[in-house]
């Protein structure tokens, strides 16, 4: 929704923004350290442990609670030393930001001890204060290594008093906001390095001699050696924020992720393969220019949205010595639960099978981390209920709700797997082995080594032989780093370019029996385009940038088969000469009438066109190309075209374009049309569309689409009828109602219009509702305000909006229209709001007593409540807000009612409104998609995209209160609250 001159809107959006997230504001006036946050440097256990909470296990294992306040207080993660004693990095109980932490770094890393070896934690000491988030811990030659921002701390108690009096950040550079998407661990690998995890905050990473040895705004995995030199970072990518890590006997990497998917949220279980780079479609920018191998890299298991956190290998289970799975633990925040991986062999990675292991059944517990303590019991670090700015299932803090630490036992002996690591002694053999562990292992020794006495074509030759993605990445980085030492190694490449091209100018289908002989095998492998692909992108990896690499790109564009098209779309893009190339070949493909050519290759030619252009579309080349297929006398590339325009987020226009469009509007008014037409924001089109949408003969979704793509809105006689009838009809799709208040809400109206708008804000939805109220500024007569106020102050949903809006909206008339009219309507509504947050728990109750899955799954595609407005359940719906069709995994029943009832206490990350302010004097307000190298890509609330370009955005504001506005259940009587929360709780 574009708002215009609404200054005012902007001012309370600010507001609420500062009033409501204290972690906004400098620590005098922020959020205080609350009192349970205050210990002395040494305290003793309780005389009584609390017990553990209600819970469920398998038979044969046990939970208790080993430590609780006052030893700890938030417990985040830790690790345990080598003689017993535990160490966790512990949080007071503020949710603040970067600026708060540095200036006073409240949170600390305790030691715990049990002293009379009974299991349970007798003393505590604070080893280490004034930190500002610690997330890990690691134990290794007498000192503890821990993460927290912007580094990594080697941490020594010289005198055994159990305080580290040596303090030293021996690697630095890796930025923080306060949302624990940080640095993560460290954690001791076999091979003796440190391993951590750092969110996509943006990175300059130091080792302790302060040089930087890489910078930019990837997430990933990073180690280096225990003094803190050799720093180097071993998979990066777009996520948003790695948590935790734990090793294979044999060195493998996996570890937790958190939104490494997004729309649908996905939270993963990851094998870093070294030297990958990782995608996320809608962060693309954060790798750019990083050296990638592959499109889209294996991910081992998606959780959905649960917020993973802590993970360990353990034995606890008495997995049987030479048992081929490995057992690896994983803490899921959002859901109280831990979770058992068994992870298997596939191919040269590991597939994944998901065992609920631990559910705790208490919405106040959160657990961060397990591990594996030396008796081969698990520990399990519950931080409680303080942390609300980062990924919690809800964003009001309970600092008083503290943490704990559990642990859990077997209670049956088990033969129990050895722990011994023994990583593999590779060799250049083992580039032939049938086991591709073994293949992959020897690849990624290979990539990170120069003692080898490997060709450079012998080494290509092992492009031939790769069955799964994670082969294929580290035989492509290996091929890479090797033939860059290689000399003559571009002068190879050439060559085996060259006989490619050979082989596939002749044809395979028509090589007589002679070429076929006369060729050598490995002549013939590269005629596989998918091998092609492997070699061009070894090419593009060690630079190769001749004429005969160039001109196999653009081939390679334009050929029919996937692996080969799309790594050459992929480099063409990346370079503006190649992109006009390719563009000028698509162009020559275009049939002229009467050419006979056929559906088939017109199809393919489509799909190519489809992938690559709406990325050139700023190239004069690619819009005359869309101008030639507008006038096609194909339809297959006449509707291609109508796609590319209405489907391009950067509005680029065209006026080769308009007398096209205008010819189709007139005979074939599609939706598709008006989309395209639309994104051209021009008048040239505003007569056309005001009569389709006065032709009361077409569809009202016609009538309707033709208003919102003019570039004027008029909304006079039949139209202004139309637009008031959708608005007014309850059977209307929530989406045309949205964009029939928005249109309501933007065009000029006299103060007969404005008084027939009137009745319709009775009974508006809040959605409706909140884009409705600025018709009270488009007119300072008296009569026409108290009419709307009286209005407004009959609706169910006016506690839905902060009282400063309303305030606003009417701040043109006399103060006794809001004091008389509005303001006690909304005093009764809060009233009954605060009695609504009572309810919450025995509403809760009545879900599982009175609802009905059935009738819930009708009210939510039949729009009741608005949901579908804004959530996606498979098909159906809008990805404005977060997708829905797995939720009942991940929430209970008093979540998803918290969630309707108060959806600003549980905004969901990524979701956050924002408000962009540009230099033409406009805001937009919407939730941003991504941010693309021309701009900030943006939903608004009516579903429409828009990209703001970077050079023109002034302000981005970021709102604490969530686009969904309290009050929806004000819309549905109790019981089909309690369906619509039943069906929401079945879907898993």
């Known amino acids: 929704m574009l708002l215009k001159d609404t200054?005012?809107?902007?001012?309370?959006?600010?507001?609420?923004?500062?009033?409501?997230?204290?972690?906004?504001?400098?620590?005098?006036?922020?959020?205080?350290?609350?009192?349970?946050?205050?210990?002395?440097?040494?305290?003793?256990?309780?005389?009584?442990?609390?017990?553990?909470?209600?819970?469920?296990?398998?038979?044969?294992?046990?939970?208790?609670?080993?430590?609780?306040?006052?030893?700890?207080?938030?417990?985040?993660?830790?690790?345990?030393?080598?003689?017993?004693?535990?160490?966790?990095?512990?949080?007071?109980?503020?949710?603040?930001?970067?600026?708060?932490?540095?200036?006073?770094?409240?949170?600390?890393?305790?030691?715990l001890e049990d002293e009379d070896r009974d299991g349970v934690y007798d003393r505590s000491t604070v080893f280490a204060d004034k930190m500002t988030f610690p997330q890990g811990a690691a134990w290794l030659d007498g000192s503890l290594y821990v993460c927290s921002p912007p580094g990594l701390w080697k941490l020594t108690d010289k005198d055994k008093d159990g305080v580290a009096e040596e303090r030293e950040m021996i690697v630095s550079g890796f930025d923080y906001t306060g949302n624990a998407a940080d640095v993560h661990g460290p954690k001791v690998h076999p091979n003796g390095r440190l391993y951590w995890c750092h969110g996509r905050k943006g990175h300059a990473a130091a080792g302790k001699d302060g040089k930087v040895v890489h910078e930019g705004k990837a997430s990933g995995i990073w180690s280096c050696k225990p003094d803190g030199s050799d720093v180097q970072w071993h998979s990066l990518g777009c996520a948003d924020n790695p948590t935790g890590l734990a090793f294979t006997p044999k060195g493998d990497i996996l570890g937790t992720c958190n939104l490494y998917y997004s729309n649908p949220r996905g939270d993963t279980l990851m094998h870093w393969l070294y030297g990958g780079v990782y995608e996320r479609a809608d962060q693309m920018q954060a790798i750019a220019g990083l050296p990638r191998t592959l499109d889209t890299m294996p991910v081992v298991h998606n959780f959905g949205h649960v917020a993973v956190s802590g993970c360990a290998f353990a034995s606890i289970e008495g997995q049987r010595a030479g048992q081929e799975a490995l057992q690896l633990y994983v803490t899921h925040f959002n859901t109280q639960r831990l979770v058992r991986m068994e992870l298997t062999p596939s191919g040269s990675t590991f597939?994944?099978?998901?065992?609920?292991?631990?559910?705790?059944?208490?919405?106040?517990?959160?657990?961060?981390?397990?591990?594996?303590?030396?008796?081969?019991?698990?520990?399990?670090?519950?931080?409680?209920?303080?942390?609300?700015?980062?990924?919690?299932?809800?964003?009001?803090?309970?600092?008083?709700?503290?943490?704990?630490?559990?642990?859990?036992?077997?209670?049956?002996?088990?033969?129990?797997?050895?722990?011994?690591?023994?990583?593999?002694?590779?060799?250049?053999?083992d580039l032939k082995s049938r086991d591709l562990r073994v293949r992959r292992q020897a690849l990624e020794w290979l990539a990170q080594s120069d003692k080898h006495d490997l060709s450079a074509e012998e080494l290509i030759a092992v492009l031939g032989d790769l069955p799964d993605p994670a082969l294929e990445h580290a035989a492509i980085l290996a091929c890479s780093r090797v033939l860059h030492l290689e000399s003559g190694a571009k002068t190879f490449l050439r060559s085996a370019i060259l006989r490619h091209e050979a082989a596939r100018k002749?044809?395979?289908?028509?090589?007589?029996?002679?070429?076929?002989?006369g060729l050598e095998a490995k002549e013939g492998r590269f005629a596989s385009p998918e091998f092609l692909a492997r070699v061009l992108k070894v090419a593009d990896l060690c630079g190769v940038k001749d004429e005969v690499f160039q001109t196999l790109v653009i081939r390679g564009a334009v050929h029919p088969e996937a692996a080969l098209f799309k790594t050459a779309m992929g480099m063409a893009a990346r370079d503006s000469e190649l992109t006009r190339q390719v563009i000028g070949k698509l162009a020559g493909q275009l049939p002229a009438k009467d050419a006979g050519v056929t559906e088939k290759k017109l199809s393919v030619l489509v799909s190519q066109i489809e992938v690559f252009i709406p990325s050139a579309l700023g190239e004069p080349a690619a819009r005359e190309l869309l101008t030639q297929m507008l006038v096609s006398y194909e339809d297959l590339l006449r509707q291609c075209a109508l796609r590319l325009l209405a489907g391009q987020t950067s509005w680029v226009t065209h006026e080769a374009w308009l007398e096209p469009l205008s010819q189709r509007l007139a005979t074939a008014p599609t939706p598709l049309l008006l989309?395209?037409?639309?994104?051209?924001?021009?008048?040239?089109?505003?007569?056309?569309?005001?009569?389709?949408?006065?032709?009361?003969?077409?569809?009202?979704?016609?009538?309707?689409?033709?208003?919102?793509?003019?570039?004027?809105?008029?909304?006079?006689?039949?139209?202004?009828?139309?637009?008031?009838?959708?608005?007014?009809?309850?059977?209307?799709?929530?989406?045309?109602?949205?964009?029939?208040?928005?249109?309501?809400?933007?065009?000029?109206?006299?103060?007969?219009?404005?008084?027939?708008?009137?009745?319709?804000?009775?009974?508006?939805?809040?959605?409706?509702?909140?884009?409705?109220?600025?018709?009270?500024?488009?007119?300072?007569?008296?009569?026409?305000?108290?009419?709307?106020?009286?209005?407004?102050?009959?609706?169910?949903?006016?506690?839905?909006?902060?009282e400063s809006l309303y305030r606003t909206a009417f701040s043109d008339h006399s103060p006794e229209v809001f004091e008389t009219i509005l303001h006690p309507a909304y005093e009764k509504a809060t009233v009954a709001m605060e009695a609504k947050k009572r309810q919450l728990g025995p509403l809760a109750e009545r879900v599982a007593e009175k609802g009905r899955v059935t009738?819930?799954?009708?009210?939510?595609?039949?729009?009741?409540?608005?949901?579908?407005?804004?959530?996606?359940?498979?098909?159906?719906?809008?990805?404005?807000?977060?997708?829905?069709?797995?939720?009942?995994?991940?929430?209970?029943?008093?979540?998803?009612?918290?969630?309707?009832?108060?959806?600003?206490?549980?905004l969901a990350r990524d979701y956050e409104a924002h408000i962009i302010e540009t230099r033409d004097g406009q805001s937009t307000l919407g939730v941003i998609r991504s941010h693309t190298a021309e701009g900030l890509l943006l939903m608004?609330?009516?579903?429409?995209?828009?990209?703001?370009?970077?050079?023109?955005?002034?302000?981005?504001?970021?709102?604490?209160?969530?686009?969904?506005?309290?009050?929806?259940?004000?819309?549905?009587?109790?019981?089909?609250l309690l369906d619509l929360v039943a069906y929401l709780l079945s879907l898993k």
């Open 351 to 429: 597939k994944a099978t998901e065992n609920e292991f631990l559910k705790i059944s208490h919405p106040d517990v959160h657990l961060t981390d397990v591990i594996e303590d030396r008796d081969g019991s698990l520990l399990v670090l519950n931080t409680g209920g303080w942390f609300r700015i980062g990924c919690p299932s809800s964003l009001m803090a309970k600092p008083d709700m503290l943490g704990s630490v559990y642990r859990i036992r077997g209670t049956k002996k088990g033969v129990v797997a050895s722990n011994e690591t023994v990583l593999p002694k590779l060799q250049v053999a």
């Open 855 to 906: 009738e819930g799954r009708k009210h939510f595609e039949l729009g009741k409540g608005t949901c579908i407005a804004c959530h996606k359940i498979g098909a159906v719906g809008r990805a404005l807000g977060p997708d829905l069709s797995k939720i009942g995994a991940i929430r209970t029943e008093r979540d998803l009612l918290e969630s309707i009832l108060f959806p600003s206490n549980t």
């Open 7 to 111: 200054p005012a809107l902007l001012l309370f959006f600010l507001t609420a923004s500062l009033s409501v997230q204290s972690a906004d504001l400098p620590p005098d006036k922020g959020e205080k350290i609350p009192p349970e946050g205050l210990r002395e440097t040494v305290v003793k256990r309780a005389a009584n442990l609390p017990e553990a909470p209600a819970h469920a296990l398998p038979d044969g294992f046990v939970l208790s609670t080993v430590a609780a306040a006052p030893l700890v207080t938030h417990p985040i993660m830790g690790c345990v030393d080598d003689q017993g004693r535990l160490y966790i990095g512990d949080a007071v109980g503020v949710n603040w930001n970067k600026a708060q932490l540095e200036k006073n770094p409240p949170n600390r890393v305790l030691l």
């Open 506 to 517: 002749i044809g395979a289908a028509k090589l007589s029996a002679e070429a076929k002989a």
């Open 675 to 802: 989309d395209a037409i639309k994104k051209q924001k021009s008048p040239y089109f505003d007569a056309s569309l005001q009569a389709l949408a006065a032709n009361e003969k077409l569809p009202v979704s016609i009538r309707l689409k033709a208003v919102d793509a003019a570039r004027n809105v008029k909304l006079t006689g039949d139209v202004f009828e139309m637009v008031k009838g959708v608005l007014a009809d309850a059977a209307s799709s929530p989406a045309a109602r949205i964009q029939a208040a928005g249109m309501m809400a933007a065009a000029p109206l006299t103060k007969e219009q404005l008084i027939a708008v009137a009745p319709l804000l009775a009974s508006v939805g809040p959605v409706e509702l909140k884009s409705l109220l600025p018709l009270a500024r488009k007119t300072k007569d008296a009569d026409a305000g108290r009419v709307l106020a009286g209005e407004i102050a009959k609706n169910p949903s006016i506690g839905s909006q902060q």
């Open 940 to 976: 608004d609330v009516a579903g429409q995209e828009k990209t703001v370009a970077h050079d023109l955005i002034i302000s981005d504001t970021t709102l604490t209160t969530s686009l969904m506005p309290m009050g929806l259940d004000a819309t549905l009587p109790e019981q089909e």
